[in-house]
């Protein structure tokens, strides 16, 4: 269709992409770089740049181009539609959210974080309980401005994974649960045990000269991005400019290396979306669970193997002689794939890491359906912590405060983790049966296969397709936690004589 409107809704989608793109610049600068005196100015600068966002994606104007396109809805092609339906999305998202709302939620959101850190510090949920019962209220009323007041936790889920719902991940949680948790019970029990204190001592300089080689041998483009430090690691930005960062800690060099490798994948997806179409759905990630799926492929099913560090590991040496002379290969490789239960989601495993995210899944879900009251969640998370991970936390602390999220109201944010993890190894399988000799190529350090492989059946799909239609195009076969229980299965279950 050459419609006018269509023509007009796009350039008007891509100037508010940019003025978002400012947002995530300010944003970054604030991490990377802000002295303290710059605070006050940079908050105000972000509070009117989302003031001005929120202004021009709710233009009115947008609503009667979308009215006049969703009437000739036949005449449009196929992507035309993708970019009208995500259009929609968003515009009823940013116009039917009363502005007293907006506000409301916006002020708790400052609030409830502060109570929770204040919360932690001291272990005190109870000081905590009314801020996160007024979140889920919001939450309520939220879903019901939207139209889903019927499915509340659903409406959330669908932010972070267009088309998911409770009830498919509930059923991919329990198959995935019934055969992790033994296969986390055997690890624990093994007597192969990584020295966890092997790496000691590495010099900042020679971890971010390795990181730089590592990433960019991956394909991550310094023409089109750059990497910094900053006190969490993350990315930001899109794939004409793409901003990661990294921490570095001279005792815990494997940990700067893989967030980085991390955070490239995250960076290798935004660079790969078309660059055409960037505002529009064409050149939009598909969702959390697809982002997270491109950042743990290249993080663990290929920088955690062993054809990855055929072709590092003498590097790894020649940079850090001293550090390694003690340490043999296979200890190397043991202590980069360690598996060790902890409380702690951020600090856990990749076998572990998986039934953190469902115990806060299950619980998500009962506070949404009614069947769990916020004041009961200290001691619900305990038994499941109990149940799922074989540890009970000694304080709140280690528990069920440990994590941010919910102080800003993010519910349904923590499958996409786990579905990120399937994904990934639904994609390793496949693209292992699509490119003979892939993992030769890692011994080589050639990596072009698989990203162009990624590139041509991920990356340039844009937000064509939600995770689960992806994944059938892709792998041809449903999502399923199948090939990510066989990959933990063949290399951890392996490692450990599990
Ligand atoms: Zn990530």
């Known amino acids: 269709m050459n419609s006018p409107a269509y023509a007009d809704l796009t350039t008007a989608?891509?100037?508010?992409?940019?003025?978002?793109?400012?947002?995530?610049?300010?944003?970054?600068?604030?991490?990377?770089n802000l002295p303290p005196g710059g605070a006050g100015q940079r908050a105000a600068q972000m509070a009117l740049l989302a003031e001005l966002g929120h202004a021009?994606?709710?233009?009115?104007?947008?609503?009667?181009?979308?009215?006049e396109l969703e009437a000739g809805r036949a005449t449009l092609t196929a992507d035309e539609q993708v970019v009208v339906r995500q259009a929609r999305r968003d515009f009823d998202r940013v116009t039917r959210l009363p502005a007293e709302f907006v506000r409301e939620k916006a002020t708790l959101v400052s609030e409830a974080y502060h109570a929770w850190a204040q919360a932690r510090a001291t272990s005190d949920f109870p000081g905590y309980?009314?801020?996160?019962?007024?979140?889920?209220?919001?939450?309520?009323?939220?879903?019901?401005?939207?139209?889903?007041?019927?499915?509340?936790?659903?409406?959330?889920?669908?932010?972070?994974?267009?088309?998911?719902?409770?009830?498919?991940?509930?059923?991919?949680?329990?198959?995935?649960?019934?055969?992790?948790?033994?296969?986390?019970?055997?690890?624990?029990a093994s007597p192969v045990k990584p020295r966890t204190d092997a790496l000691r001592g590495f010099p900042v300089e020679g971890q971010r000269a390795f990181l730089r080689e590592v990433t960019e041998r991956l394909g991550f483009?310094?023409?089109?991005?750059?990497i910094d430090v900053a006190l969490h690691p993350f990315c930001s930005g899109t794939g004409a400019d793409t901003r990661m960062t990294t921490r570095f800690n001279v005792d815990e060099p494997l940990d700067s290396?893989?967030?980085s490798v991390h955070e490239t994948g995250h960076g290798l997806y935004e660079q790969g979306l078309p660059a055409a179409e960037a505002g529009t759905a064409l050149g939009m990630h598909a969702g959390m669970a697809?982002?997270?799926?491109?950042?743990?492929?290249?993080?663990?099913?290929v920088a955690r193997g062993r054809d990855f560090w055929r072709c590092f590991e003498p590097r790894f040496r020649a940079l850090f002689p001293v550090q390694t002379a003690a340490v043999s290969s296979d200890e190397l490789y043991l202590a980069?794939?360690?598996?060790?239960?902890?409380?702690?989601?951020?600090?856990?495993?990749?076998?572990?890491?998986?039934?953190?995210?469902?115990?806060?899944?299950?619980?998500?879900?009962?506070?949404?359906?009614?069947?769990?009251?916020?004041?009961?969640?200290?001691?619900?998370?305990?038994?499941?912590?109990?149940?799922?991970?074989?540890?009970?936390?000694a304080n709140d602390r280690e528990g069920v405060l440990q994590d941010v999220h919910w102080s800003g109201g993010a519910f349904g944010y923590f499958p996409s983790y786990?579905?990120?993890?399937?994904?990934?190894?639904?994609?390793?399988?496949?693209?292992?049966?699509?490119?003979?000799?892939?993992?030769e190529d890692f011994a080589r350090g050639d990596f072009s296969r698989l990203l162009g492989w990624l590139r041509t059946h991920v990356h340039a799909e844009g937000r064509r397709y939600d995770l689960l239609a992806l994944v059938r195009k892709v792998t041809g076969e449903e999502l399923s936690p199948g090939p990510l229980l066989r990959y933990l299965r063949e290399r951890y279950g392996t490692l450990y004589r599990a």
Not at 21 to 30: H, R
Not at 164 to 175: C, D, P, Q, S
Not at 221 to 226: C, P
Request: glycine share 8%; hydrophobic share 45%; net charge negative.
């Open 13 to 32: 989608l891509r100037r508010n992409h940019l003025l978002g793109t400012m947002g995530d610049l300010l944003g970054w600068d604030e991490q990377v």
């Open 56 to 67: 021009a994606a709710s233009d009115p104007r947008i609503g009667g181009w979308l009215h």
């Open 129 to 188: 309980a009314p801020f996160l019962e007024k979140h889920l209220e919001l939450a309520k009323r939220e879903a019901a401005f939207l139209g889903r007041a019927d499915a509340p936790y659903d409406y959330f889920i669908d932010q972070h994974d267009p088309g998911l719902t409770a009830e498919v991940i509930g059923r991919l949680f329990a198959e995935l649960k019934k055969e992790l948790v033994p296969l986390g019970r055997a690890i624990l």
């Open 221 to 226: 483009d310094y023409q089109r991005g750059r």
């Open 257 to 259: 290396l893989f967030s």
């Open 290 to 301: 697809v982002h997270e799926s491109q950042s743990r492929l290249w993080e663990n099913q």
């Open 336 to 393: 980069i794939n360690a598996v060790a239960p902890t409380l702690i989601r951020v600090d856990a495993d990749e076998v572990t890491y998986n039934l953190h995210i469902i115990l806060r899944f299950e619980l998500e879900k009962k506070l949404f359906a009614g069947e769990l009251a916020v004041r009961d969640l200290p001691e619900a998370w305990r038994a499941a912590s109990r149940e799922l991970i074989g540890l009970e936390p």
């Open 418 to 439: 786990c579905l990120g993890n399937m994904m990934a190894a639904q994609l390793w399988y496949a693209a292992l049966a699509a490119l003979p000799g892939l993992e």
